[in-house]
């Protein structure tokens, strides 16, 4: 178990860094010129500016001066754009995503995983049917639909809900039911092949030949292995959800990090780019851990096998 | 991944099991059914409609009629020739990028798979590194700095052949996208691809082409990834969806495919802001995706259960 950990941290580095290596290029490739909203200044000004950015140094100091400056100081670089420190933009902004990304994570575990396990239990039912139906209905609609046909439908009709906004304990439902939509289909599939898999399996009858009430096959006998599947997309899922709160953040007005994203890239504003980038890596990292942690918590046989395949 | 016995040796029984296996599948078959007929809608039937990008402002909001169908937009522009000129966008997307992937995807998986030992090792490893980076945020980078040099080829372009410039800037919009999602959209694929290439490998033609002394890139070129290559593009139609959804993200966010091109992404964008009132703005494009992008998941999973392709690891 160690050992496992060892060495998923490090690959976990290994990717973060070349995120970093491949943002990094990335970022330099794209012409144009990060102050470009000043435009009437000198080139005296521009020079003196972009020095106290350290965009006048050769590129393969400016792409270990980054890296070194977060080991050690901590310092994610200066935004461009908005003259603010990135790490403060990356604080002020994060909460608002987590919350509603938490959110979204907990819609999605709590209507996917339930209509996954009725749709495996009623197998080849008029219910099993119709669940995986709207299930793969949640996965082919996108967000942008669902979003704002949410906000004329549901918030304009409901007194209490606000069609967009931020702040007040309510503001979340609409936001997180929407971003949490798709996973939840996922997890409904997911669940549902997982939990079929094992009922299939020869232990599973001898339980049911030993009597047991068909409620106890599935509560103590199939959903720690039939919910392996479920878990080890949770990772995947909270990069999802990351990913699609994009979107959403833009159309629930939701002052995330999503926004900030959009605009780094639209305004070449690099580091803006590369710490919001790392940020993100670092979150789909350690969620992608966990998850691995957490099935091999649940699944004895996957602890003991090294790395992949 | 050494089971799967003698499927691909069987060449035409493999197929027709396959095709009856496909057909008793209703699902798969009514996907398939209205893909066709969303494609002939969109490239077909398209020609005959009106010009999408024909404005007339005294015309706005126009509801349905037999001159146009679905109304028109905040510009007067007719909206059935805008969804159908949008899908041929998303539609094209969804089938470049897969393309481009599958083709990067095969020669890596086939040389990862073929090589095995260390070689292999390290290029998934790769791989594993690469799917762990988040793909969104890679595919805005890459995008972003894709059209900036697509920007400078159209100027080029223009300067130099006489291309109509109107009409080179909106290829060079859209073809950014093409590449944005392709370069990045092959990992899954090439593990497929590998676990494919290792139980083929080990077969009597591949030892018999051994023993006749060819070489390695011979053997792994005309015998190992023709025979792997049905699995594979079937399996790649279940990645086409997924591209048609990340084209319409990133036109939502502004990032994609630009007005006064259309695409399914800039006409959901285009039809939130009227929402209040002119909701089929919204829900019509919106419609159309959501049907194409649930016909192309059932006749994915179809096609995939017919031919039982197995992924390495999902």
């Not at chain 2, 296996?21 to 009106?50: E, Y």
């Not at chain 2, 800039?266 to 494009?285: D, H, R, S, Y």
Request: glycine fraction near 10%.
């Amino acid at each position: 178990m160690p050992r496992f950990l060892i060495e998923r941290l490090l690959q976990g580095v290994l990717v973060l860094f070349a995120l970093y290596t491949i943002t990094f290029f990335l970022s330099k490739a794209m012409p144009g010129e990060p102050f470009t909203s000043e435009k009437n200044i000198s080139a005296e000004t521009k020079a003196n500016i972009r020095k106290l950015y350290g965009l006048d140094k050769p590129i393969w100091e400016q792409y270990l001066a980054y890296p070194k400056n977060i080991i050690t100081k901590g310092s994610f670089g200066i935004s461009t754009s908005k003259g603010r420190p990135v790490i403060d933009i990356i604080t002020q902004s994060f909460p608002n995503s987590l919350i509603l990304g938490l959110c979204a994570l907990g819609f999605a575990i709590g209507i996917g995983v339930p209509i996954g396990i009725l749709s495996a239990v009623r197998k080849n039912s008029w219910i099993d049917w119709a669940c995986m139906t709207v299930a793969m209905v949640g996965i082919c609609i996108p967000s942008f639909t669902i979003g704002p046909l949410l906000q004329i439908y549901v918030a304009a009709h409901i007194p209490g809900l606000k069609v967009a906004g931020w702040g007040n304990l309510e503001d979340i439902l609409l936001p997180s039911i929407t971003l949490g939509l798709v996973s939840a289909a996922y997890l409904a599939r997911l669940t549902r092949g997982g939990i079929l898999e094992i009922l299939s399996q020869d232990f599973v009858r001898t339980a049911r030949a030993k009597g047991v009430s068909p409620i106890q096959v599935i509560l103590r006998h199939t959903l720690r292995g039939g919910l392996l599947p479920a878990i080890a997309y949770l990772g995947p899922a909270f990069a999802a959800l990351i990913s699609g709160s994009f979107i959403v953040e833009t159309i629930f007005q939701v002052p995330g990090m999503g926004q900030h994203f959009v605009n780094a890239a639209t305004t070449r504003d690099e580091f803006l780019l590369l710490g919001l980038s790392l940020f993100f890596g670092f979150l789909i990292v350690v969620m992608n851990l966990l998850a691995d942690l957490l099935t091999g918590l649940l699944d004895p046989r996957v602890r003991h096998t090294e790395g992949i395949d | 991944m050494t089971e799967q016995p003698s499927t691909v040796s069987q060449g035409s029984s493999l197929w027709k099991d396959a095709r009856s296996r496909m057909a008793k599948n209703k699902f798969a078959m009514g996907g398939l059914w209205v893909i066709v007929a969303m494609f002939s809608l969109c490239f077909i039937c398209a020609w005959f409609c009106t010009d999408p990008n024909q404005v007339n402002l005294t015309n706005k909001f126009a509801p349905s009629s037999i001159e146009h169908w679905f109304g028109t937009d905040a510009l007067g522009r007719d909206l059935f020739a805008r969804i159908l000129y949008g899908g041929q966008v998303s539609i094209l997307v969804g089938l470049i990028a897969t393309s481009v992937s599958v083709a990067i995807g095969i020669v890596y998986g086939a040389i990862s798979g073929f090589a095995g030992g260390r070689t292999d090792a390290i290029m998934m490893r790769i791989v594993d590194t690469l799917l762990a980076i988040p793909f969104l945020v890679l595919v805005i980078v890459l995008q972003a700095t894709l059209s900036d040099w697509s920007g400078d080829a159209t100027r080029w372009i223009v300067e130099n052949f006489n291309w109509d410039k109107e009409f080179t800037g909106r290829l060079t919009n859209v073809v950014p996208l093409f590449f944005a999602l392709g370069l990045l959209g092959w990992l899954t694929l090439s593990r497929i691809v590998r676990a494919q290439v290792m139980s083929i490998k080990e077969r009597e033609f591949v030892e018999a082409a051994v023993a006749l002394g060819y070489s390695k890139g011979r053997i792994l070129f005309r015998h190992i990834i023709p025979n792997i290559l049905g699995p594979t593009v079937v399996y790649s139609t279940l990645t086409v969806p997924g591209f048609i959804m990340y084209e319409a993200i990133l036109s939502f966010l502004g990032l994609g495919v630009e007005s006064p091109n259309s695409s399914w992404g800039v006409l959901i964008k285009e039809g939130a802001n009227f929402l209040e009132t002119e909701v089929q703005l919204l829900l019509l494009p919106g419609l159309f995706f959501s049907l194409t992008l649930f016909s192309l998941n059932f006749l994915g999973d179809g096609l995939r259960d017919a031919l039982d392709v197995k992924a390495a690891k999902d």
